[in-house]
């Protein structure tokens, strides 16, 4: 007789491999000092995609899908009440090799909230992806990459690492194609690069092969932000600041 077909998730191993791979993230992320990233290291082709919003469902399942066939470890700052919605793409983000940043939990402006609540904004998505995966992220990044002096105090008293970018194509903008977001993200991009995209969108989506076999092509290396700020590290404590990476506000 055939074995009913079981959902792999509900697994115990499949949960083991899911709290393992964030644990491992963890560490990784407890070595990180630095309060706020604006790039990697310039001398080093490394580029770290990241995506931002979600998840959302089937398109990040297919984001993913494409990240996995093209073997691209990636960042997914997530919001938290979608984290909630869909815990198994949070799963799935863990278990493929990706890292999960903390987009806040509503997805308010933090500039525009009182400054009483920016904490809890992180926090909430901080303990909603404890409960899905075992383990905490340090890393964030504000909606709209909107911050103050404020802001910033309170997410590095809080223990996270701001996340800005470097590259931002866009790719939320109506009418957007897939041509136009390789075309953005292939002129701006620079050694230590960090893009900025979202989980959600199909021309996103359609773009990423073309800017991995692009990007490729140049010699870059793909890694998850945490390795970008690890491997940078050794050149970066230079820059002027008690930060080790470079800190100029990214618009
Ligand atoms: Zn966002």
């Known amino acids: 007789m055939p074995m009913p077909n079981r959902d792999p998730r509900t697994t115990p191993e499949y949960r083991r491999l899911v709290v393992l791979a964030a644990k491992d993230d ?124 404020a802001i910033q105090k309170i997410i590095a008293r809080e223990g996270y690492t701001n996340m800005l970018w470097t590259d931002d194509p866009a790719d939320y903008k109506a009418g957007r194609t897939s041509e136009k977001i390789t075309e953005l993200v292939m002129r701006d991009i620079t050694p230590g690069g960090i893009v900025l995209l979202h989980s959600g969108l199909p021309a996103t989506i359609a773009a990423v092969p073309e800017i991995v076999s692009r990007l490729r092509t140049q010699g870059y290396t793909f890694v998850t932000c945490s390795e970008l700020i690890q491997r940078g590290n050794g050149l970066l404590h230079l820059q002027n600041h008690s930060a080790r990476i470079s800190l100029t506000a990214a618009t």
């Open 26 to 149: 963890a560490e990784r992320q407890k070595a990180i000092r630095v309060t706020k990233v604006v790039t990697g290291d310039p001398s080093q082709r490394l580029v770290a995609l990241t995506f931002d919003d979600g998840p959302h469902g089937e398109k990040t399942g297919d984001l993913l899908s494409v990240l996995r066939r093209l073997r691209v470890p990636s960042t997914f700052f997530v919001v938290g009440k979608m984290a909630l919605r869909f815990p198994e793409l949070i799963e799935r983000i863990v278990l493929d090799g990706h890292e999960l940043g903390n987009h806040t939990y509503n997805h308010y402006r933090l500039t525009q909230i009182p400054l009483t609540q920016v904490a809890g904004e992180l926090n909430s998505t901080r303990d909603t992806l404890i409960g899905l995966v075992g383990s905490p992220t340090r890393l964030m990044r504000p909606p709209g990459g909107e911050y103050n002096e």
